[in-house]
């Protein structure tokens, strides 16, 4: 366990009935990043993010939250832990105003700094002007999540859990939900779950990925890339005779050929060896009848490494099975 | 305690703005004035070896199972059905917090409304005549004790209506099985209490008076204060009120 690790998580197994959710899940975060998990409906994020939240317990492993362990002290760690749950379930009789008073109350924040905070949380989620006496139950979908980062914004909790935070929010929302993240990047420790994979990856440093209770990827997106991508996958996009293109890369391996969507160049995935990779390279440098717009090694979004990781773990589940 | 004493706040709050408090307190209210009203006819017409206040309290029973459940039905079973929990467990409050306070927010409900039917022995005594004031009333210790006993075997009749809201997200449900509770308890413990008498069995002698509660409400209204029935009815609702909470935990995890 490193110094700088605010939240370790070691061999955690929670099981419902006898069904397995997680299987033995270890991972640890740094003070002040940001991490997104995302993982297939199923897959066991809401039961991580409960257990670190306090609300659950796990059936075995441990989850330690600044040196301390979770299971042995919940009402310790649940003071450094901020919550918002899947769905966001808001009690509708209060006003926003109301709620976020009552909630700083129960996380222990002194009285005489209750309605400071409640207001500060309210500006920074957009409530304050429009929505603070208004009644929970007439809010819409997009300022109920509101209420609910704002609820988990409140006080001073070292780490910040959001279970689908952008869910239902339009691009302006989405795009306010990204601010108040970035706002406490580095002062927080903040673990999204979401399954609007774009979205993570602009705001999150690291990610892990999770299916079927298990952990099959974690790391920043290069790494994660790293991961997926062979050695030898390359990718070029080729402006060019297609006859003048294929003749050239004759001696590799073409996985795809294809047209790119403005139609002005061609994009090529294939596999070489590295010296195969060179001479291809110095061949189609020199052919002027090409024009070489990049090539190099494949890079993947988020979307692919997920979609690549989490469909090995279930090849390799198949496999196991049979 | 300060995250309890939040909690009650909460609790209470609830109650009061929820329209269905105000329809439960509505039958409670129209519940009571009828039977208030029906005995004060009889007792003008035809004498009686009780006062008023004594025969007034021996129909709590059905005030009592019409209330409770309607009252606490909704303190476990709403918070299950919209997730509301997840929220309150996330922040640091204990499961007794939530429990306890939910508990004291529907007691003092009760409590609240049966303090509000003293209204109509007030009216009573300020409009009659002395007699009827004094046939009505007798002493201090009928309409006490009587209304001590109510709040006593109150507080084991909402831990009830709280354990059967801890066990469903149905309310209706949640209702039902505290309403078939508190009745069997009533028409259970008067049908073991006459059944002894009848075939003399001696092995219900020693718990019939624990059993039978219109016999102990008898005795708190002729000025018997019976210690064992206080500790009778304040351990099974501290009993009840921690299965509630063990259902709680487990119920979320």
Known sequence: MAKSDVIVVSELTKKYCGQVALNAVSFSMKKGSVIGLIGPNGAGKSSILKILAGIITGTSGDVIINGCSVAENVMWAKQYVS??????????????????????????????????????????????YEARYRMIKTLSKGYRQRVGIADAM?????????????????????????????????????????????????????????????IVATGSLDELSNNVKGENIFCARIGGDEQTIRENFQGVQIIEFKR??????????????????????????????????????????????????????????????? | MKKFYTLLKYEIYKLMVSPATYVVASIFTLSIGGIFTFLLHDYIKFAQDVPLVQMFCRCFWLPTCMVVPLLSMRSFSEEYKCGTFQNLFSSPVTYTEV???????????????????????????????????????????????????????????IAIGIFASSLTENQIVSCMVTFFILLTLFIGGQFLADRSQITNLSLYGTYQESLNIFSQLDNFCNGVFDTRIVVFYLSTCILTLCFSTVVVQKKLN
């Open chain 1, 260 to 322: 790119s969507s403005c139609n002005e160049e061609y994009v090529i995935k294939f596999e070489a060896a590295k010296e195969a990779y060179r001479f291809l390279l110095s061949k189609i440098s020199n052919n002027r009848e090409l024009f070489v717009k990049k090539i190099g090694h494949m890079e993947y979004s988020l979307e692919e490494v997920f979609l690549n990781s989490t469909r090995r773990c279930r090849d390799q589940d198949n496999a196991d099975d049979s």
């Open chain 2, 99 to 157: 429990v306890l306070a939910k508990f004291f927010a529907t007691y003092g409900m009760f409590i609240f409304l049966w303090l509000c039917s003293l209204s109509m022995f007030l009216a009573v005594e300020s409009r009659s005549e002395s007699i009827v004031r004094e046939l009505a009333f007798a002493s201090p210790f009928n309409a006490g004790g009587g209304l001590l006993f109510i709040a006593i075997t109150g507080l084991l009749f």
């Open chain 1, 154 to 214: 409140l006080g001073n909790s070292e780490i910040v859990i959001l279970d689908e935070p952008t869910i239902g929010l339009d691009p302006h929302q989405i795009i306010g939900v990204r601010k108040i993240i970035d706002a406490n990047k580095g002062t927080r420790t903040i673990l999204l779950s979401s399954h609007i994979l774009s979205e993570l990856e602009t705001v999150c440093d690291n990610f892990i990925i999770i299916n079927r209770g298990r």
């Open chain 1, 83 to 128: 919550f918002m749950p899947e769905n966001n379930p808001l009690p509708d009789h209060l006003r926003v105003g109301e709620y976020l008073r009552f909630r700083a109350e129960l996380k222990g924040i002194p009285m005489r700094k209750i309605r400071q905070s409640a207001e500060k949380v309210m500006r920074q989620c957009d409530l304050y």
